[in-house]
């Protein structure tokens, strides 16, 4: 079955002047810099392959397709372009968007979420019927209506500009919208790759506590680290037994950070009588025990050096 603008699509591209083209549809995609360098590259060595999808009304000539190519054009200084002009409502032209990417799968599930976000809340339609329109199931529209939903407007705003990826924002959306402006603010500060940001991220939505949720957010990269290590805790050369003493150590190395930093977290300090009479008296019954490891270790590593 054909789409609805398939059975009024011109039969040829016409040039239409660069200056009387708008970008309308940049509003539902992120267009990176390097992308259109990359593409003004291609147009200087090969020219213009493919036409411009463009939507006529009344204001004018917009863009549905190929805005890369129009920024190109105008680094290069091109003052026409080959385009396939059509005249749609607003609705159709939002669905086309989506069909002219769907084979180079260049729209992120984030364009394509603003896409559905602006056909449900602008134009009033339900989910079945933007499923319907956009040929795709209903759990599709769903999980990309959702994920625009439950995106905190800060982290939004981050992925327009370029701050973070599509797959930071993938993560950051699993945590509660309260704690998503704070992950934020770690993945920028300490320019997280979307690898540590889950890692960060999967340690957030298993913090018990306060003080734990604060130490991973004011150590996240020594969180990283030992979550690293952590996925190496088993080393084929080794035992069962030297496996066992390898986790062992390596948990109780993550372990004795922790403690260490919610001890010194100003938070601490901020306890009240009660709570500190509570928890910190007991913290006593460790020393003794750390004391019988740590000359458990020296003896080791003497045995060992023999």
């Not at 539902?28 to 392959?49: K, N």
């Not at 896409?115 to 499923?131: F, P, T, Y």
């Not at 960060?200 to 130490?215: D, F, I, M, P, S």
């Amino acid at each position: 079955m054909a789409y609805l603008w398939q059975k009024i699509a011109p039969m040829d591209p016409i040039m239409v002047k660069t200056d009387q083209i708008r970008e309308w549809s940049n509003e539902f995609r992120l267009i990176q810099p390097e992308a259109v360098r990359s593409m003004e590259l291609s147009m200087r060595s090969t020219g213009q392959l493919q036409p411009l999808i463009l939507l006529k009304n009344d204001d004018g000539y917009h863009i549905i397709d190929g805005i890369k190519r129009y920024r190109a054009a105008l680094e290069i200084g091109l003052e026409e372009l080959q385009s396939l002009v059509f005249e749609v409502d607003m609705v159709m032209a939002k669905a086309m968007i989506l069909h002219y990417n769907r084979h180079s799968s260049s729209l992120s599930m984030y364009e394509q979420g603003l896409i559905v976000r602006s056909l449900v809340h602008d134009h009033g339609m339900s989910q079945k019927e933007v499923a319907r329109v956009l040929r795709q199931s209903h759990s599709w529209v769903c999980r990309r209506l959702s994920l625009i939903e439950r995106l905190l407007p800060e982290v939004q705003d981050a992925l327009r500009m370029g701050s973070i990826t599509v797959s930071h924002g993938r993560e950051l959306v699993k945590l509660p919208r309260g704690n998503q402006g704070q992950a934020l603010e770690v993945v920028t500060r300490e320019r997280l790759t979307s690898r540590e940001c889950a890692i960060v991220v999967e340690r957030l939505l298993k913090a018990k506590g306060t003080q734990e949720t604060g130490y991973i957010y004011s150590h996240s990269r020594e969180v990283i680290r030992q979550a690293m290590q952590g996925d190496k805790l088993h080393d084929s050369r080794l035992s069962d037994h030297g496996n066992r003493l390898l986790k062992a150590r390596e948990l109780l190395r993550l372990q004795v950070n922790i403690l260490g930093g919610v001890l010194q977290s100003e938070h601490t300090s901020q306890l009240s009588a009660e709570q500190k009479a509570m928890v910190l008296p007991p913290m006593d019954e460790l020393v003794a025990p750390m004391g019988r490891l740590t000359d458990i270790i020296h003896q080791t590593l003497k045995s060992y050096e023999r």
